[in-house]
């Protein structure tokens, strides 16, 4: 293990296709939501479920283009970065995952 690497736990959080294509799943870590993300092409992210505007749920919004717009007031988030993207500015926490033999690993 590389001494300079930040210790990830990684936790199993199950089968990707319990995450529908451009949907999401939600785990909860202590008080946190973190919603995981798969996009039409089988990529997945992590994102904390709470927009930066008005905390509105990530989760239930429409995966599109590598982003989610948020249902409450269509702000659009970078699934990469947690960025709002255009002219609206705030971000989201974002959280490692990773995928091994179609399992998906969320890193905290």
Do not use: Y
């Amino acid at each position: 293990m590389n001494a300079n690497a930040t210790s990830v736990t990684w936790t199993a959080i199950g089968p990707l296709t319990d995450i529908p294509r451009q949907g999401a799943r939600c785990v909860k870590n202590g008080a946190m939501t973190i919603a995981i993300f798969r996009t039409s092409d089988d990529r997945v992210f992590a994102l904390e479920d709470k927009c930066p505007h008005k905390n509105g749920p990530l989760s239930q919004g429409i995966v599109h283009d590598g982003c989610v717009t948020c249902p409450l007031h269509n702000w659009v988030i970078s699934l990469e970065t947690g960025s709002a993207q255009g002219a609206d500015e705030g971000q989201t926490a974002t959280f490692p995952i990773k995928l091994e033999g179609g399992t998906v690993f969320l890193g905290l």
